[in-house]
Nanobody, 123 residues
């Protein structure tokens, strides 16, 4: 069974940066697209960014394009999310999961979630 451990969150001022890590276990990572999702207080979980199994295709929500970069290291079974120029609206609990994405949207592939890592952007 796929398991994910997210890390790298924290408190940062607007304009700051964070790098999230998603360590995967229990399955063969290169076979799956992986996505980062976030959930802000009182809001539904939304897809932020996704990357295909070989890293050749990516997805970014419009709200993070140009600021976030997703990458993966299959040898380390890890997917990363580099977040630059963070804004208060980026605040939320960030999760990674297997994903399915197209040009304009992304969903979780199996609704299996880790504990997430909290990102708080505040001055």
């Amino acid at each position: 069974q796929a398991q994910f451990v997210e890390s790298g969150g924290g408190l940062v001022q607007p304009g700051g940066s964070l790098r999230l890590s998603c360590a995967a276990s229990g399955f063969r990572l290169p076979s799956y697209a992986i996505g980062w999702f976030r959930q802000a207080p009182g809001k539904e979980r939304e897809g932020v960014s996704g990357i295909s199994g070989n890293g050749g295709s990516t997805y970014y929500a419009d709200s993070v394009k140009g600021r976030f970069t997703i990458s993966r290291d299959n040898a380390k079974n890890t997917v990363y999310l580099q977040m630059n120029n963070l804004q208060p609206e980026d605040t939320g609990l960030y999760y990674c999961a297997t994903a399915v994405f197209g040009i304009s949207s992304m969903i979780s592939a199996d609704d299996s979630w880790g504990q997430g890592t909290q990102v708080t952007v505040s001055s």
